[in-house]
């Protein structure tokens, strides 16, 4: 009974239910949408199958008629209700059955927050469908139970992604950038110049420790202070500090910020032009 309420937490089968009646739908009728079939936790699947057989299909699974005029029905959200239907024999199945126009706008971020509990999912991709479902106008707090995080988890995640750009985003999917090192980096860096500074660490290898640590010690704050027209010279020490700090893997932190400030040099060249950089 509690795994078929964690299929349908999103309210969205509550909105479409008063505008689209449940109807009774043959199981042999039902296919599943391309590319939206999924593997089940068979442990998952069997506890299902016992809550329908017991207790019968509590939340309507969402169709919408086959384009192909072959009667038959494209499953959008419900695959395993369906399954667990087909294998004890039932005949039919309640489904809110909507338009081609509901279905193409709605069925693939329906079947990511079907299916965002049972997914091993990477936390970058977790926090894009946390984003997504504040987008599309779900409470913080609805948001924190479906996803199994706490409100402030979500408000800090939400924080993070604010503003960011179609290339942080590819980063963050690509591998290039862990979330924990976004994180540092949004902590310290305007949205204008977060790119930038995102490749650099992609390109440094640093940790995000090792990140958080370099910004503080360099006094990013201060230096940001200086305007938009010192953003290269702030990122080329950045990356001069990445390096120093990655021959220096032993010691402690302030012994290795020892050897950064010995070797920090008053000014940095820019394509063989002189260019001042002062630090503080």
């Known amino acids: 009974m509690a795994t078929q309420q964690q299929e349908d937490t999103s309210g969205t089968s509550t909105r479409s239910q008063r505008s689209h009646p449940v109807q009774q739908v043959p199981v042999v009728r039902i296919r599943p949408e391309d590319g939206l079939g999924r593997k089940r936790d068979r442990d998952g699947h069997r506890e299902l199958q016992r809550s329908i057989e017991q207790f019968g299909v509590l939340t309507p699974i969402t169709v919408r008629l086959a384009p192909d005029n072959s009667g038959d029905y494209l499953l959008i959200k419900g695959q395993g209700r369906t399954l667990a239907c087909r294998l004890l024999g039932l005949e039919k199945i309640p489904a809110i059955v909507v338009d081609d126009t509901y279905a193409e706008t709605e069925k693939v971020p329906q079947f990511l927050v079907e299916n965002v509990a049972r997914l091993k999912m990477r936390p970058v991709d977790r926090a894009l469908l946390i984003q997504r479902a504040r987008q599309d106008g779900e409470e913080t707090t609805a948001i924190a139970r479906r996803f199994g995080v706490s409100p402030s988890t979500v408000r800090r995640l939400l924080a993070q992604l604010d503003g960011a750009t179609k290339r942080e985003v590819d980063a963050l999917r690509n591998g290039d950038v862990s979330l924990a090192l976004h994180a540092v980096v949004a902590r310290h860096v305007s949205p204008s110049e977060r790119p930038g500074l995102l490749e650099v660490v992609a ?78």
């Open 203 to 280: 390109q440094t290898g640093i940790k995000s420790k090792d990140a958080e640590m370099l910004f503080v010690a360099l006094g990013w704050q201060r230096l940001a202070e200086l305007g938009a027209s010192h953003g290269y010279k702030r990122r080329e020490l950045f990356r001069w500090a990445c390096d120093v700090l990655r021959e220096h893997t032993t010691g402690s932190a302030k012994e290795r910020l020892r050897h950064l400030a010995i070797q920090l040099p008053a000014t940095f060249d820019e394509q063989n032009n002189d260019q001042a950089l002062v630090a503080p």
